[in-house]
C-alpha cells in the first residue's frame, strides 16, 4: 500500500510539473503577463499621444474608419455598466446592463474642437428588451455600397435573456446571454441608422467580433466554447471556441479547435484573419465555396490580442495585452486601474511577381509584425481595438471598458 502510494504521489508530481510547464507556465507569463517588463509611450519618440476625456466615449470596444471621409464609428456603452454585464468575461448581471449604448461618430479631420465633431447615432425601426430600443453593444463591422453612400452595419447586440411566453427576465448567470447580430442601414453623414433584420441561430453563442464577407454575408467569432458553464471554464487551459458564417438563410460553423478566437476581420486580400486572445497567434482563412474556412496560414504575434483592423493599405493593426493581468483587474474597477496596452503592425510581404493573389501560394506568405506603440497604462487606454488611418497617420485606440479614448499622431 505504501508503494501504491508512493507511485500515485510521483505521478502526481510528475503530472503537475508536466502541466505546470505546457500550460500553467504559458498562461500565468505569456497569456496573463506576470513578470513581463512594458514600456512607456515616451519609448517611442516619433508618436505623440493624448487622452481624449471630454466626448463622453466610455467602454468603446470596437471602431470602425470610413476611409474616404475619415468619420470614425464607434460602438460604446459606459465603463460602470460594463462592470456588471459583458458576457465576454461573465460579468452576467442583467439588472445592471447599459441602457444607453450607441454609435458614436467621429469626424477625425475636420476643423475646430473634436467636441463640436461628434454625434450620436438614432435608432429607427428597432424595438429592443420589451420595446426600450436599448441594445448592448460589443464588435461590429461596417460595409458601404460600391456605387452610393449607402452603410451597412452589422453589430454584436448582447440581450439579457427573456421568457418568450411571459416578457419575464430569466436567470442570465445559469443560461446565458441571448447574443444576436444585428443588421442596421445607414448612409455617410447621416444622423440615425435604421434596422433591416436580426440574425437569432443556436451557433451564435457567444459572439464578439463580426466581418462582412459579402453583400449577404458574414463570418462571426464565438469567443467561448460556451455561453456558461464547467467546459467555459476550462477554455484558458485547452481551449475553445469557433468561427460561424451566417447568409439570409442558414449559418453553419466555419471552423472550431480555436484557442478563445476574438476580432476577427476580413483583409483587402480577401483572407479571414483570427486573432487568439490566449496564445497571440493569428490564423489566416480562405473562405471555401461551401461556406468552411480553410487555413492557409499562421501569424505569431508575442502577445495576446484582441481586435484587429485593416487600414486604407492593407496593413494590420492590432490591439494586444502585455499584462492580461492587469486587463482584468481594470474590468472591475476601469476609473482607477489603467492596464498597459500595446499595437502591433502586420505587413504581409509580397514578392513584386506576386502583387496578385494567388490562392495556392498563401501557405507560403510572410508577415513582418512590428510594435508601433506600447505603454504602461499612464496615456494610453487599455485597449481592444486600435485603428490607423493612412491618410493622417493617426491611431485611434479605445477600450471595451476604459472611461476614454486616445488619439496618437506621428511627429516624425
Avoid at 496573463?32 to 516619433?46: A, H, W
Avoid at 453553419?252 to 479571414?272: A, H, Q, T
Avoid at 497604462?377 to 486600435?386: C, R
Wanted: net charge neutral; with cysteine; aromatic share 8%.
Amino acid at each position: 500500500m505504501v508503494n501504491l502510494v508512493s507511485r500515485v504521489a510521483i505521478i502526481g508530481a510528475v503530472f503537475i510539473a508536466v502541466a505546470y510547464q505546457f500550460i500553467f507556465k504559458s498562461i500565468v507569463f505569456h497569456t496573463l503577463g506576470y513578470g513581463r517588463k512594458v514600456s512607456s509611450i515616451k519609448d517611442f519618440p516619433d508618436v505623440r499621444c493624448g487622452k481624449i476625456t471630454e466626448l463622453g466615449l466610455e467602454g468603446c470596444e470596437d471602431m470602425w474608419l470610413h476611409e474616404p471621409t475619415g468619420a470614425l464609428y464607434m460602438a460604446c456603452s459606459d465603463s460602470q455598466s460594463r462592470t456588471q454585464w459583458l458576457p465576454a468575461v461573465g460579468f452576467l448581471n442583467a439588472t445592471g446592463r447599459g441602457l444607453t449604448d450607441r454609435i458614436a461618430v467621429l469626424d477625425t479631420r475636420g476643423p475646430g474642437r473634436l467636441a463640436t465633431r461628434i454625434k450620436w447615432l438614432s435608432v429607427e425601426n428597432f424595438s429592443g428588451i420589451k420595446g426600450d430600443g436599448t441594445m448592448n453593444l460589443h464588435g461590429f463591422d461596417i460595409r458601404q455600397d460600391k456605387n452610393t453612400d449607402v452603410l451597412h452595419i452589422l453589430l454584436i447586440n448582447h440581450r439579457p435573456p427573456i421568457d418568450s411566453e411571459h416578457g419575464e427576465p430569466l436567470n442570465a448567470t445559469s443560461i446565458g446571454a441571448n447574443s444576436t447580430i444585428e443588421h442596421f442601414r445607414t448612409e455617410v453623414d447621416s444622423d440615425n441608422m435604421r434596422h433591416v433584420r436580426t440574425y437569432t441561430n443556436a451557433l451564435i453563442q457567444t459572439p464578439n467580433r463580426v466581418a462582412w464577407v459579402t453583400h449577404d454575408s458574414f463570418v462571426f467569432t464565438n469567443d467561448h466554447s460556451g455561453k456558461v458553464g464547467f467546459r467555459r471554464e476550462l477554455d484558458p487551459f485547452i481551449g475553445g471556441g469557433t468561427v460561424g458564417y451566417c447568409n439570409q438563410s442558414t449559418c453553419n460553423i466555419g471552423y472550431s479547435g480555436f484557442k478563445m478566437p476574438n476580432g476577427l476581420v476580413r483583409g483587402r486580400d480577401g483572407l479571414i484573419y483570427v486573432p487568439s486572445t490566449l496564445d497571440g497567434t493569428i490564423r489566416v482563412f480562405n473562405l471555401s465555396e461551401n461556406n468552411h474556412l480553410l487555413k492557409v496560414n499562421e501569424i505569431k504575434v508575442p502577445l495576446p490580442v484582441d481586435n484587429l483592423s485593416v487600414d486604407k493599405k492593407g496593413d494590420i493593426y492590432a490591439a494586444a495585452f502585455p499584462k492580461a493581468y492587469m486587463w482584468g483587474k481594470s474590468s472591475k474597477d476601469p476609473f482607477n486601474v489603467a492596464p498597459p496596452t500595446a499595437v502591433f503592425r502586420i505587413r504581409k510581404f509580397v514578392q513584386e511577381n506576386e502583387s496578385e493573389r494567388k490562392p495556392h501560394l498563401e501557405m507560403n506568405a510572410e508577415y513582418i509584425v512590428e510594435k508601433v506603440l506600447e505603454d504602461d497604462g499612464s496615456v494610453l487606454p487599455g485597449s481592444t481595438t486600435a485603428v490607423h488611418d493612412a491618410e493622417t497617420g493617426r491611431i485611434f485606440l479605445s477600450g471595451i471598458m476604459s472611461p476614454y479614448i486616445a488619439i496618437c499622431e506621428s511627429t516624425a
